[in-house]
């Protein structure tokens, strides 16, 4: 499955196994992309709330409004959180189970807007301001 999300547009599930034939569907918006864990895609809307959605229903699992309008970077999954970065240059952990607020860090007044890369517990990361670093989530 490839799950796509467009500005002004929609949220697709496509299966690449099926010639391209769309699953599912929905209206969502989104000017930087989507994440999937635990059986779900996440999509952060173009307003910075963000949804769970599962992967084969379509059915929302949950959302949050605590960052609208905070201008948040493509969710990033790392571990068993989201990992998004916001206009600030506030880094905030999110629970895939259901949508708490785990944990922020303010990395650097000048912004978070590159996407993140993870790998397992860690998450790298660029502000901005020019501070590349490495953290460990535990």
Request: hydrophobic residues 40%; glycine residues 12%.
């Amino acid at each position: 499955m490839l799950y796509v999300v467009s500005y002004q547009g929609n949220l697709l599930a496509i299966d690449l196994s099926a010639n391209g034939r769309i699953r599912w569907g929905r209206e969502a918006s989104s000017a930087v992309g989507l994440a999937a864990g635990f059986g779900n895609v996440y999509v952060v809307y173009d307003d910075s709330r963000i949804g769970a959605i599962d992967l084969e229903s379509n059915k929302d699992q949950w959302e949050i409004d605590d960052f609208t309008y905070r201008y948040l970077t493509t969710p990033a999954v790392v571990g068993s959180y989201l990992a998004v970065g916001d206009f600030e240059g506030y880094l905030h952990l999110v629970a895939q189970s259901d949508g708490r607020i785990v944990g922020r860090r303010k990395i650097d007044g000048e912004g978070l807007t590159a996407p993140f890369v993870t790998d397992g517990n860690r998450i790298y990361l660029i502000s901005d301001g020019g501070r590349l670093m490495a953290l460990e989530v535990q």
